[in-house]
């Protein structure tokens, strides 16, 4: 008999993205004639720059000639791509990581879900909510949760940390003992940030603990403001406590072409039951010999061509084109009466639903009274309710009429 990993049997469907699916297929059907505008996904729309096409195009001939022809690379990524990650993406920052140090992959969703492979069981994890929904489900997988109460809508066992405007989208310390945290900034889904400072409060509970920081910068590149950290390592300590995840994703519109990597400083331990210590790079090294093959050649290249003067200059135009109508949200938002937060170093604009209605509620109008679609914070987790994303990624056409028309809305 094969007996089944059971945790599976406690992991909720998410019905977030096909229940607005559905919703907007019946209101189109219903309504052929009116435009609907979607502003509700988390895909970018921009194609991928001439730089990285250029990269990939020789990359793929000389994969046809017997001196350029590549069979399996090093799991952990070409040095050529490593190499430019540290130089680019650290060294100019002032961050020392080392080649080494740099696991390339084929995206943050799978690093932030495999990471776990490496952590025991028993450790207690801690979560802010509403949350980019991998890191929470990975760990109902693998056994770190208890089941799920649907009252509360939470995993038992797993320790929310709400980030809410109550707290100004700013984690508390947990009371606690937590010994994995899950941090994301630029926030998905409410599109706010942590200073220096709040980061650094973490960086000290982290190794007063010996816990470990699991930190997603998923959408670093969206950074406007100068005092925001883009990498953790920006604090003192964190080299000894955090791992960073960074993906190619929004950075470059790498989502259908998949690459992003992490950072795990040879100087982060985790502990034995008889509390020795033990790197995670090493473990991390052996998991992703063992189960991985690396990312295609032809896309390393792609993503290499991201760092070079022309690649740079034509990724910041895409991220400026995305910022542009992250702006357009936040202000028309704004003088529509809209309470707003986010959309400042990040594509996501947050806002408050008007009091008395539900985030689905709020979705429902907004189709069918404007027919514009967004994403109804509850779907992030139960401290999203009362809020509502919208994202940048759409077209600057497509997002100033939305605007538009939310400006021009007696909402009922
Ligand atoms: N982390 C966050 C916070 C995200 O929002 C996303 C994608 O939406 C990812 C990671 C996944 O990125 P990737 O496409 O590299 O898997």
Redesign the pocket.
């Known amino acids: 008999m094969s007996y089944i990993n059971e945790n599976f049997l406690k992991l909720q469907d998410s019905y977030l993205f096909s229940t607005i699916a559905k919703k907007v297929q019946k209101f189109t059907e219903e309504n052929p004639d009116k435009k609907v505008i979607k502003l509700g996904i ?1 895909d970018v729309t921009r194609p991928i720059i001439p730089e990285c096409i250029k990269a990939m195009h020789k990359a793929v001939d000389e994969m046809g000639t017997q001196e350029g022809f590549r069979g399996y690379g090093p799991e952990q990524g070409y040095d050529f791509l490593r190499k430019a990650i540290v130089e680019n993406d650290y060294k100019k920052r002032g961050i020392n990581v080392e080649v080494d140090e740099i696991f390339i992959s084929d ?4 690093d ?1 879900g495999n990471i776990v492979d490496i952590f025991a069981k028993n450790n207690r994890v801690a979560i802010t909510d509403p949350v ?1 929904p ?1 890191y929470i489900d990975t760990n109902v997988m693998s056994g770190r949760s208890g089941k799920f109460n649907k009252e509360k809508e939470i995993y038992e066992n797993i320790v929310y940390l709400p980030v809410t405007s109550e707290n100004n989208f700013k984690p508390e310390l947990p009371r606690e003992d937590v010994d994995l945290i899950y941090l ?1 900034f630029p926030n ?1 889904p409410t599109g706010t940030v942590l200073n220096k400072t709040d980061l650094k409060k973490w960086v000290n509970y982290a190794k007063e603990h010996r816990a470990v920081i699991l930190y ?1 910068s ?2 670093e590149s969206f950074i406007g403001e100068k005092d925001v950290p883009h990498s953790i390592y920006e604090i003192d300590g964190a080299k000894d406590v955090a791992i960073e ?1 960074r ?4 950075t470059a519109g790498f ?1 259908g072409l998949r690459c ?1 990597y992490v950072v795990i400083p040879k100087s982060v331990n985790g502990y034995t039951e008889k509390e020795e210590k033990v790197s995670l790079n090493k473990l991390w090294n052996r998991r992703t010999c063992t189960k991985f093959n690396g990312v295609s050649y032809v896309t390393q290249r792609a993503a290499e061509a991201i760092y070079t003067q022309e690649g740079q200059k034509q990724i910041k135009e895409n991220i400026r084109y995305y910022m542009e109508n992250a702006k357009i949200i936040k202000q028309g938002l704004e003088e529509a009466g809209f309470t707003v937060y986010g959309g400042i170093n990040s594509p996501y604009v947050w806002l408050k639903v008007p009091d008395g209605i539900s985030s689905w509620e709020f979705f429902d109008k907004l189709l069918q009274e404007v027919n514009v679609v967004g994403t109804p914070g509850s779907g992030f987790g139960p401290h999203g309710e009362g809020y509502f994303r919208l994202t940048a990624f759409g077209t600057y056409e497509n997002t100033k009429e939305a605007i538009e028309r939310i400006k021009n809305w007696n909402i009922r």
Do not use: E, L, Q
């Not at 993906?247 to 929004?250: A, E, L, P, R, W």
């Open positions: 988390g995206g943050a969703k799978c932030c980019y991998v994301c998905n997603d998923a959408y995840f993906s190619f994703s929004k989502t992003g």
